[in-house]
């Protein structure tokens, strides 16, 4: 059964402070890993999609990375309209997603 | 680009009733389109996923004849909540996906409902 983990469940940064989200999955055949930013009361706005391991690909103040087993989204020197729950999926060989439970990002000035 | 809208943003009905969200793909053809159900602080859950012409494919444990859905056209999925109860209250989300298996989706504002 393909599975999605996230960690931490929630994170509280200083402005300015780098750190990184990981994303663990198990799947049968990676198709596409995505990361998507979810803002209270919206839909999740989509971030990045990686395809094999090695690949990485980067936004503003994000960078996101793959390995065989699990993900990490670097975000440097944060801001706080970066605070917000940040969704990893997976595709594998069916057409559905496999979300992950998320992480809570705040960022306090 | 790849702009999904879903209407309404927020609903509230009686209990008993039906409610229909819309879910449109604005400036591309959806190939697939997905419905979930989120409850608060948790990820989503996904309820169905559609293909446009075809039946919608129901998830383990989500009633088919209470959530009907419709994929009538390659930008325009619909979602009814029929003979809501307030334990249906929720946040609904639909997402559309314009390549095959491997391509990212792109999700709607979501539908807060709340059944009364």
């Known amino acids: 059964e393909d599975q999605v983990t996230q960690s931490p469940e929630a994170l509280r940064l200083q402005e300015g402070e780098s750190s990184s989200l990981n994303c663990s999955y198990t799947v049968s055949g990676l198709r596409g890993l995505f990361w998507y930013r979810q803002d209270p009361g919206k839909g999740p706005e989509f971030l990045f999609t990686?395809?094999?391991a090695g690949e990485e690909k980067e936004k503003e103040r994000l960078k996101a990375t793959l390995t065989k087993k699990e993900s990490f989204l670097h975000i440097t020197a944060p801001k706080p309209e970066d605070s917000a729950t940040y969704l990893c999926?997976?595709?594998?060989?069916?057409?559905?997603?496999?979300f992950g439970p998320g992480t809570r990002l705040s960022v306090l000035p | 680009g790849a702009v999904v809208s879903q209407h309404p943003s927020w609903v509230i009905c009686k209990s008993g009733t039906s409610v229909k969200i819309e879910c449109r793909s604005l400036?591309?053809?959806?190939?697939?389109m997905f419905w979930y159900r989120q409850f608060p602080k948790q990820s989503l859950m996904l309820m169905a996923t559609?293909?446009?012409?075809?039946?919608?494919?129901?998830e383990q444990g989500v009633e088919k004849d209470k959530f009907l859905i419709n994929h009538a056209s390659l930008t325009l999925s619909t979602l009814t909540v029929t003979s809501a109860h307030p334990e249906d209250s929720s946040f609904y989300i639909c997402s559309a996906r314009k390549g095959t298996a491997g391509t990212e989706a792109f999700f709607g504002q979501g539908t807060r409902l709340t059944v009364v």
């Open positions: 400036d591309f053809q959806a190939t697939t």
């Open positions: 990686l395809y094999s």
């Open positions: 999926a997976v595709q594998a060989r069916g057409q559905n997603f496999v």
């Open positions: 559609s293909n446009e012409g075809s039946k919608a494919t129901y």
